[in-house]
């Protein structure tokens, strides 16, 4: 599970983790359709967890993968597609897996590594159409350093296309952001219902945790879908709620994790409180 930004990934769109020797699947529902219209959330929780918040400083080695050909995470750790674009990213690493992720990792500011997304990617899935055992390319990839990590998130897009079935297929569980709001409630069990597809491909998949974001404390509704999802999913649902917050809408345009963009604002600290949940539940024993 990349620790430092996990907070910016998981307050988005599906996101992958692995433990060493396990992964973890993030996804995060909105208020459209289910993992179709959770862009500004997934990405936001992935590179949340910064310097401070990701825990280099506790020895933990991390890995970002973004699968989103939107680039979100890329772009929340700081990389300028625009001005110095990677030579690789994670759209070679689909196309080659039998070469692993080395050629395509890259460091970053925030304390941990990155296989960057960039605009090719969105050609990709019409490129591997054909390919057999497509949806298990990067799971094949990433065979290469799944020891060499304590933690590997996995971006993915907010819907159910080839990507997200590869960060599934990667993964050994979920963590599901859900936006607090009917729709991205009312997704839960389409998602469920894709996971329990992916088994085929992954038997160990599962949702390791549910938080919710984007609550409103004014008002009645955000308490209501966290009293719903408490109910429904006991204790797969993590204490930890995230505000609806400027400073998390920001920090992504600032190339930063909110943890470094804003660390005493209300999102971070929200944020690092969940980051303690998930290393709680997940971390080193």
Known sequence: MAKSNLNDLLDRKPVGIIKRGKGVQLSTEQPQEPLQSAQVHKSTSAPVYEKKNIRPSKGYKVLVVDLDPQSNATQGLGIDLDENEPEYSVYEVLLNPEKGVSFATIPTDAGIDLIPSTLNLA??????????GREILLSEALNEVRDRYD???IDSPPNLGLFTLNAMAAATSLLVPVQAHVY???????????????RKLNPTLAIGGIFVTQSDSRTNLSATIAHRLRDEYKDLVF??????????????????PVALYDPTGAGA?????????????????
């Open 184 to 198: 991205a409630y009312k997704a839960l069990p389409k998602l469920e219902k894709t996971i329990g597809l992916v």
């Open 239 to 256: 204490e930890t709620v995230i505000p609806l917050n400027v400073k998390l809408a920001e920090s992504p345009a600032a190339g930063q």
């Open 123 to 132: 050609g990709a899935e019409s490129e591997l159409s054909g390919t057999v």
């Open 151 to 153: 933690y590997i998130l």
């Open 269 to 285: 600290k929200a944020y690092k409180k969940l980051t303690d949940e998930i290393e709680a539940r997940y971390g080193k024993k």
